[in-house]
């Protein structure tokens, strides 16, 4: 019964989070209708999602204790395999998503009208935080030894990050108009262009 909870509690918790997050990257939108609150309220909305990722992460731990018998597929019987396979995955992903952190500021937790364009790793990719923050759940599966996890975790990735990028971007439009269109076509959103790399060596 535990086990069917958490694996329930994990579900509702991505909905929720995908939810809320989506909601918080989109003041400018919302700033029409509620006006300078709310640049606030999406603040909340993001600490409320990281409440959220922060449930997700202790549900995937949980399944150590609490695995679903039918759906408990192993990844190895050798856990040293999957815990270098988790450090590979988790440890270049922390490195970036803090790097990404650091140059965006305070834009991280309270997005702000003034937030003028990044700096830092920003300007070789435009989602470093996404890139780095993401994987490290699929990290999470390879260190529980679970390919159910690695697999939810992997398609939550995959349908929602380009969800969330599409409507990020459309607010970042909003708020930076065509400077933010020239920096969509000089550098890519997951991964460096070359020409971004030629440019910034220049």
Request: aromatic letters at 16%.
């Amino acid at each position: 019964m535990i086990e069917w909870i958490n694996f329930i509690s994990l579900f509702v918790s991505i909905v929720l989070f995908c939810y809320l997050y989506t909601i918080s990257l989109q003041p400018k939108k919302r700033s029409k209708k509620r006006g300078e609150k709310a640049w606030k309220e999406c603040a909340i909305f993001r600490s409320v999602a990281g409440l959220f990722e922060f449930v997700i992460t202790a549900n995937v731990i949980l399944w150590i204790w609490f695995p679903i018998p039918q759906l408990n597929f192993l990844i190895s019987q050798n856990w040293w395999i999957v815990i270098i396979i988790g450090l590979a995955i988790s440890v270049p992903g922390i490195i970036v998503m803090v790097k990404g952190m650091v140059d965006a500021g305070s834009e991280t937790a309270k997005p702000s009208e003034e937030t003028e364009m990044y700096k830092g790793v920003y300007r070789y990719i435009r989602h470093p935080q996404s890139l780095g923050e993401f994987p490290i759940f699929v990290a999470l599966g390879f260190f529980i030894n679970s390919w159910t996890i690695v697999i939810i975790m992997s398609l939550f990735i995959i349908i929602y990050v380009p969800i969330m990028i599409h409507y990020e971007e459309k607010d970042l439009i909003r708020r930076f108009g065509e400077k933010y269109r020239e920096y969509q076509k000089n550098t890519g959103a997951l991964f460096p262009k070359i020409s971004s790399l030629r440019s910034n060596k220049d």
